[in-house]
């Protein structure tokens, strides 16, 4: 069955990615960082084929590797008490990232949901550690990418 508004780009978490995935993202990281200097080096070291470097090399990077410069869109489950959604918003300001839009609806059982879009500029820190540390905020839920442009 074809979907006609299949998408062509996803955001996974680390854990839903199959390991031989994960391992040509290690052997690329091993090429970048010379540790290794032969694909052959880096794919013996991490125990992949060649042929399996070869078909997905271009096809996965790590979220951070490719963010800079983009705009991210989460939507965030949280309590609504105060200092929550402030806690968020300074999070985003220490890495530097401009907010763009922000919706946050009717809390429903001390439960609101807040929608982002962020720039991640040149000068912001990693987009990963950010969300990761948006996540572990006292009051939030889930935090669920919605799109990467």
């Not at 960082?33 to 052959?40: F, R």
């Not at 919706?103 to 040149?122: C, D, G, K, R, Y």
């Not at 550690?129 to 799109?147: S, T």
Request: charged letters at 25%; hydrophobic letters at 45%; glycine letters at 4%.
């Amino acid at each position: 069955m074809t979907m006609s508004n299949e998408s062509k780009y996803y955001v996974v978490k680390r854990k839903a990615i199959p390991e031989v995935l994960l391992k040509v993202v290690e052997a690329k990281r091993l090429l970048d960082t010379e540790k290794v200097m032969t694909v052959q080096e880096a794919i013996d070291a991490v125990g992949i084929s060649r042929s399996s470097f070869y078909k997905y090399k271009d096809d996965i990077f790590p979220f951070h590797e490719n963010t800079k410069g983009k705009t991210v869109t989460f939507v965030i489950q949280m309590d609504d008490k105060p200092g929550v959604l402030s806690a968020v918003l300074n999070l985003i300001a220490i890495y530097h990232a401009n907010i763009l839009t922000i919706h946050q609806s009717i809390p429903v059982n001390e439960i609101a949901l807040l929608t982002l879009s962020v720039n991640i500029l040149p000068t912001s820190g990693d987009a990963a550690d950010m969300i990761e540390e948006i996540e572990a905020l006292e009051g939030i839920h889930y935090l669920k990418i919605l799109a990467k442009e």
